[in-house]
């Protein structure tokens, strides 16, 4: 069993060991401006999902359990885990959320009771920046497990004159998930070459990151998470940056103004207006 953190909402903090890998949807993954209120969109572009954030404008990363168990989420910013600071792998301390939950996560965790909030922020002033990390500053990204059930003894008549077979234990069930985790190896190494590919590809370089801005509240408490698999169930990530630089990746189209036809008309309104009042 492994001691784990969580939000006051419900969302949890656990550590243990794993790889990454995909699979199928657990968690929904949106990333919302606080200033604006507005919950930014996503541009397709070469595989991955991009947003367009505001320089100064504070964000939160909110997370959503589609299932009804819980799950741990392991959240990285700029290749930095938020909870504990390390250099982010999905083997670290994560988040957990308990069934069909959903919760913002507001910042880098500083404690069990508040957060230095996540603000979009000029790249050398980053976090990951300042820290000597910006290799992968730009990333926002997830790792969730799903949670190992627990197993309990089916009741047996009495007397029982034959010897019980032993049941699916933990050993054979644990050397099958790593068969599987074995098995899938491959696909994440594809997929990390077409991003450093997609990089390569980038006309302008990255201009923001995630700052360490000001302290708030956010208080948590403690739970116990043992993982179902050492390799996460999904993994989700987002790329980010201002929204001149993905106009000028092409990931964003140009704003063009709305055309406006001044051109003379024979029906210029489409219904019969009001007659002026009597006596005008």
């Known amino acids: 069993m492994f001691r784990t953190f ?3 909402a419900g969302a949890v903090l656990t550590a243990t060991a794993c790889t990454p890998a ?14 604006s209120g507005d919950w930014l969109p996503t541009y397709p572009h070469r595989g991955q999902q991009w947003i367009a ?10 997370l959503t359990n589609t299932t009804g168990q819980r799950v741990l989420v392991v959240l990285s910013v700029d290749g930095v885990n938020a909870v504990s600071g390390q250099t982010a792998s999905p083997s670290q301390a994560g988040y957990v959320l308990d069934a069909w939950q959903s919760t913002e996560i507001n910042g880098w965790r500083k404690s069990l009771d508040d957060v230095a909030q996540f603000v979009f922020t000029d790249l050398p002033d980053s976090y990951a920046a300042r820290t000597g ?3 992968n500053v730009g990333v926002i990204g997830v790792a969730v497990f799903e949670e190992r059930p627990v197993y309990r003894e089916p009741p047996r008549p009495y007397p029982y004159p034959y010897p019980a077979s032993p049941p699916y234990g933990r050993d054979q069930g644990m050397a099958e998930a790593e068969r599987r985790a074995s098995n ?8 990390a070459s077409k991003a450093r590919e997609a990089a390569a590809d980038s006309t302008a370089a990255q201009s923001i990151g995630t700052g360490h801005g000001a302290r708030e ?3 948590v408490s403690q ?6 698999s050492r390799s996460p169930a999904q993994v989700i990530q987002f790329r980010y940056d201002d929204y001149r630089n993905l106009v000028a990746r092409g990931i964003v189209p140009r704003y063009r103004a709305p055309y406006r036809d001044n051109e003379p008309h024979a029906f210029p309104n489409g219904f019969v207006a009001d007659p002026p009042p009597r006596g005008w």
């Open 6 to 8: 969580a939000l006051l």
């Open 22 to 35: 995909f699979g199928r949807p657990l968690v929904d993954l949106a990333v919302i401006d606080r200033d």
């Open 217 to 219: 509240w956010s208080p």
């Open 223 to 228: 739970t116990d998470f043992v993982r179902a």
């Open 53 to 62: 954030g505001t320089p100064g404008h504070r964000y939160s990363v909110r």
């Open 133 to 135: 990390r910006p290799a």
């Open 184 to 191: 899938g190896a491959a696909a994440p190494a594809a997929s």
